[in-house]
Nanobody, 123 residues
Framework: QVHLVESGGGLVQAGGSLRLSCAAS???????MGWFRQAPGKEREIVTA????????YYADSVKSRFTISRDNAKNTVYLQMNSLKPEDTAVYYC?????????????????WGQGTQVTVSS
C-alpha cells in the first residue's frame, strides 16, 4: 500500500508561482509518478508524468514551459513547480503512483492517489 499526501496548494494571483509536493509513505524509486488535475465540472486530466528513473517526462500542452516535475527518491517526494500560473490552471491537483509500468500518462494505469490539493489562480 502506498500513501500519498499532496501539499503546497493555495491561492495565487495570475502570473505567480506555486510548488506542490507529494510525499509518499514508502520508497517511490520503483514507481512511475504523475500529477493530474480536476477542475469543477471537468474530467480529471494528466498534467505531467515522470518515469521511474526520471529520464522520461511528459507535459500536457497547456502547461509546457510553465510547469516542471521532479522527483527526489531519497526523500520519497515528487514535486510540481508551477510558474506563470493562469486562471485556467485552477483545479484540485492530485499526485498518483503507478507501481506496474515504468512510465505512463494514462489515468487508469495509476494505482494509488493522494487526496488532492486545491490550487486557485485569481485574475
Amino acid at each position: 500500500q502506498v500513501h500519498l499526501v499532496e501539499s503546497g496548494g493555495g491561492l495565487v494571483q495570475a502570473g505567480g508561482s506555486l510548488r506542490l509536493s507529494c510525499a509518499a509513505s514508502g520508497g517511490i524509486r520503483s514507481y512511475a509518478m504523475g500529477w493530474f488535475r480536476q477542475a469543477p465540472g471537468k474530467e480529471r486530466e494528466i498534467v505531467t508524468a515522470i518515469s521511474r528513473s526520471g529520464s522520461t517526462l511528459y507535459y500536457a500542452d497547456s502547461v509546457k514551459s510553465r510547469f516542471t516535475i521532479s522527483r527526489d527518491n531519497a526523500k520519497n517526494t515528487v514535486y510540481l513547480q508551477m510558474n506563470s500560473l493562469k486562471p485556467e490552471d485552477t483545479a484540485v491537483y492530485y499526485c498518483a503512483a503507478d507501481i506496474t509500468t515504468t512510465f505512463t500518462t494514462t489515468l487508469r494505469e495509476y494505482d494509488y492517489w493522494g487526496q488532492g490539493t486545491q490550487v486557485t489562480v485569481s485574475s
